[in-house]
């Protein structure tokens, strides 16, 4: 399947170069030459992190590039390679795979270039910002937002919930399900129906479907909602009511997909726990053009403090396994209450289309 | 499209049903045949030898329409022919029965005797029952009733295989008949069965070439003997004006 | 009696599977349940006619997954209504479905005409244009997932007749219906036998081999046109991945169903065994109390165990026709 995976991403290389191509002109010449090598760019998260990225670092001045490891290792390396040997001012990388990464990191400590990272992180080298979502803030709110929704819906938090989880091999879903793990166990008269799926709008549907045909739910929750299915199979049992609807089953998500935004406009999604991927590729943006400027860095734990940046304030920790720093963007619940917010994710990429 | 030809026996004004004059057949650079021309005959049986790589298979394929020649003509019944496709060489009436490339052996008998020109009901879907019908009638008639007509041919052993092969090109009232090797890898009594059979082709007014490596079932069986060598024409004599001698001695090229 | 019972297995397992599960988990004994793995079974049914159709002519198509996901993103993104994800042209769902199918047809016609005339490997053919399809997926859509589908245009896959029968189970069911009837009563179907069991001797018999085998190539399109139509409406959305990975459980239900990969053998009734095991399978794990760790594992297993069982009664048979003469 590997050589499958480079031809379908060779096609949006050929789109997004000609993107690029044209963005290039309206970059600043003299400004820093920056490159965010992405390891897919097959799906809208992917690509409205790289796109508004490089969106902010161009509009501070920088002259940004985006490439594509295509969900390759090797093609990752090449990247990394050919990224060292042109010279950049500074890499962003979003790890395929964390181990191999690490070799191309240790590569471009040795040529003196900073090292950034966007989303996920290598294992090792030197890296002066890991900027990426907090998984487990992302499976507390979303456990936390359907328990508090059971209790209005049903006066008790009881009864049986359903969650959806990823591959336990993936760290995103093995710490988003094990922090929805946590919540619920702190309720004891929720009963927790745990399944296994692949990030497929089949499986989301089928298993939705099945066991809210042999279970009365009470709570639906996933690892992430940019998936589709889950609606369309209450749909199909006619169990899709509009919140506060006698038989409505609270759904929460991860991610705060488009898709998910509009449902919540309509009372028949609650709530989804948001992936600030605009937010972290913002702070990660304005940072380095700091850090290249020399104007700040960060020298401690803490809350960082450097007024007007748009990561004042944020809590920065220090990541002993790449030797620099980390911050991980916390999630907000959003629902009805400010689904139309602009700064989200899934209202940004609209600009996009 | 009729079900059955109807028959007329040919009609050329010296007898010949088929005639070929300078077949030319090239593969990439090499001559397969070169030239040959001959006639055959109706009510004759026309035995075809040579040595392996002879040309007699070529032949067979470049008359049937399996390929196209690169030179010669091809006249059937009086008519210049140039067959596309083997479908269109069934249509007027030539059928081959290959040695090996012959039948399916995941379908049954009546199927294979019907291949490729199932009838039809009104409605357009196969006719079974009437082709199942119509299949034991004619393993009936060639002596062949204990083989049943719903058997998978892939059942069955070399000696049925060939009769159900052989009853296939009977049941179309063939008017020339290509038998590549029919006798070969059979039990003499089933020899014996399908030498008869050619005899009683003869006497429908069936063209028939036979091509064997079996020098006495040529001799006892065709009217005339056809030998090809490298691709040439090397000669054809009346049976019972020659010997097996000189047709071993045309077979090897000497002259 | 014993060749009818090797000829079926696949019905047999699916017998004893199903009481397996339903006496582990009694829950499974239910009318909701056993629609639901009609369902289930309906778009790999679908996919699984389409290849059977090839697979009789000797050949098979590795790319009906992605035309599946192709024609349902490309439809979806041009009968959408939403304002930014979709085209914008909101085009008639009658239109689109029509150049739906119309585009699964294109892709049988391609397909067929680098196999036919060109005389490329079918596997290599299919398998680039599985990847080409997949290319083009991406760049019709900005990677983007298509929601707002008209509901007319939703209806065939995600309408249930008194909210219990999905339309999309009585479909598939006479799909299979039609096409044993079409593989066993006409020309075609038999050809097809013919094409596949001996390809020589259908080209000497007369049987128009290269036209036999567009058209099932052509079919396979358009059948993963249609499971794309179907599901699309069921999911009322449609993402790049949509259908991928399938050809995996087109190929095991075929084969648990006693399709030969050499060609010229099979039916269409032994793979819809195969593909309803197969729903039975999957639905009976989503539905039992099993350790998520658990649930590929099993899955993988039992298949395995199906194929192999599918294995074994052919060596059976292959002994009781040595054995006979």
């Known amino acids: 399947m590997q050589a499958g995976k480079i031809l379908k991403h060779a096609a949006i290389a050929a789109v997004l170069a000609l993107g690029i191509a044209v963005g290039g002109q309206s970059a600043n010449a003299d400004g820093y030459k920056v490159i965010y090598i992405a390891p897919q760019l097959n799906n809208a998260a992917d690509i409205v992190i790289a796109r508004n990225w490089q969106d902010v670092s161009e509009s501070l001045g920088m002259d940004a590039v985006i490439k594509n490891a295509e969900i390759s290792a090797k093609r990752e390396a090449d990247e990394w390679a050919t990224a060292i040997a042109l010279g950049y001012d500074a890499i962003v990388g979003g790890p395929v795979d964390s181990l191999a990464a690490t070799i191309s990191v240790k590569k471009a400590n040795e040529a003196g270039i900073p090292v950034f990272m966007l989303g996920r992180t290598s294992a090792g080298g030197k890296v002066e910002l890991i900027a990426r979502a907090d998984n487990i803030s992302l499976g507390t709110i979303a456990a936390e937002e359907l328990v508090r929704r059971i209790e209005e819906q049903r006066g008790e938090i009881a009864g049986k ?170 999630s907000r619940p959003v629902d009805k209450s400010n689904y139309t917010d602009p700064t989200l994710w899934g209202n940004a990429i609209k600009k996009y289309q | 499209m009729a079900d059955r030809h109807t028959m007329t026996p040919a009609a050329d004004a010296d007898g010949a049903l088929l005639r070929v004059r300078g077949l030319s057949k090239r593969f990439d650079h090499v001559v397969a045949l070169d030239g040959v021309s001959f006639e055959a005959h109706g009510n004759e049986v026309l035995g075809l030898v040579g040595d392996n790589g002879a040309g007699k298979s070529t032949l067979i394929k470049l008359v049937s329409g399996v390929h196209r020649p690169n030179a010669g003509e091809i006249v059937f019944a009086d008519r210049e022919v140039a067959f596309a496709t083997p479908r269109d060489s069934r249509e007027r009436g030539i059928e081959v029965i290959y040695q090996d490339m012959a039948l399916v052996d995941e379908l049954e008998v009546w199927e294979n005797v019907f291949l490729g020109r199932l009838l039809r009901t009104r409605v357009k879907t196969i006719d079974r029952r009437r082709m199942i019908a119509e299949a034991a009638e004619l393993l009936e008639s060639l002596g062949l009733g204990s083989l ?81 060598h490298r691709g040439q024409l090397a000669g054809i004599r009346q049976t019972g004006e020659t010997d097996q001698d000189e047709i071993i001695k045309l077979m090897m090229g000497v002259r | ?166 339309i999309s189970v009585i479909l598939f069911l006479s799909l299979f219906v039609v096409s044993q009837f079409v593989l066993s009563y006409t020309t075609f179907g038999r050809d097809l036998y013919a094409i596949g069991g001996n390809r020589e001797a259908a080209f000497a018999a007369g049987i128009r081999v290269d036209r036999r085998t567009l058209t099932a190539f052509v079919l396979s399109g358009m059948l993963g046109a249609l499971a794309a139509w179907v599901l699309a409406g069921r999911l009322q959305a449609v993402t790049i991945n949509l259908g991928q990975g399938m050809v995996f459980e087109v190929f095991a239900a075929a084969v648990i169903g006693g399709v030969s990969l050499a060609g010229g053998k099979g039916t269409m009734m032994g793979p819809l065994g195969g593909v309803l095991l197969l729903g039975v399978i999957t639905t009976g794990l989503s539905v039992m109390p099993i350790s998520s760790f658990w649930v590929d594992a099993v899955r993988g297993v039992l298949i395995l165990a199906a194929v192999v069982l599918w294995r074994v009664t052919e060596i059976f048979e292959e002994r009781w026709r040595t054995g006979t003469p």
């Open chain 1, 161 to 330: 919930v359903l969650e959806l989880h990823g591959p336990m091999d993936q760290v995103n879903a093995r710490q988003r399900s094990e922090a929805i793990q946590a919540v619920l166990a702190k309720h004891p008269k929720i009963e927790l129906i745990r399944k296994l799926q692949h990030w497929t709008p089949e499986e989301f549907f089928d298993i939705t479907k099945s066991v809210a045909s042999a279970n009365e739910l009470v709570g639906i929750t996933m690892g992430s909602d940019v998936i589709p299915g889950v609606d369309a199979a209450l749909d199909s049992l006619g169990q899709l009511k509009k919140i506060g609807e006698p038989g409505h089953i609270v759904v929460t998500g991860i991610d705060a997909d488009p898709r998910i935004l509009d449902l919540i406009g309509n009372d028949l999604w609650d709530a989804s726990a948001l992936q600030d991927m605009v937010g972290y590729g913002t702070i990660l943006a304005h940072y380095i053009k700091h850090y290249l400027d020399g104007s700040f860095k960060i020298t401690a734990a803490g809350p960082i403090d450097n007024p007007g940046a748009p990561y004042h304030g944020i809590e920065a920790r220090w990541s002993e396994a790449t030797e620099g720093w980390q911050i991980e963007t916390p």
């Open chain 2, 148 to 228: 049943s007509p719903t058997a998978q041919v892939g059942y069955l052993s070399g000696g049925q295989k060939k009769a159900v092969a052989i009853s296939r090109a009977l049941y179309w009232d063939a008017r020339l008949i290509f038998m590549d090797e029919p006798t070969a890898a059979l039990a003499v009594v089933e020899i014996g069965k399908v030498l008869e059979l050619i005899g009683r082709l003869r006497e429908t007014g069936v063209a028939v070439v036979f091509v064997s490596h079996n020098l006495q079932e040529i001799f006892s069986t065709a009217d005339r003997i056809m030998v090809l």
């Open chain 3, 1 to 166: 009696m014993t060749r009818f019972l090797l000829r079926n297995a696949v019905w047999i397992v699916l017998l004893f599977t199903t009481i397996a599960f339903v006496a582990v988990e009694p829950r499974l004994l239910s009318v909701r349940i056993f629609i639901n793995v009609l369902e289930h079974s309906s778009i790999l049914g679908i996919l699984v006619i389409g290849m059977i159709f090839c697979l009789l002519a000797g050949r098979f198509d590795l790319s009906s997954e992605s035309t599946l996901g192709f024609t349902a993103l490309v439809g979806a993104w041009m009968v959408s209504t939403n304002p930014f994800f979709g085209s914008g042209w909101q085009l008639p769902p009658a239109l689109v479905i029509v150049l739906m199918l119309g585009m699964g047809a294109g892709v049988g016609c391609l397909n067929s005409f680098f196999i036919i005339k060109l005389r490329v490997n079918a596997f290599i053919v299919t398998l680039a244009m599985l990847l080409a399809l997949r290319g083009f997926t991406y760049v019709f859509t900005n990677a983007n997932t298509m929601y707002d589908l008209p509901p007319s245009f939703a209806a065939l896959g995600g309408y249930s007749i008194g909210g219990l029968l999905p």
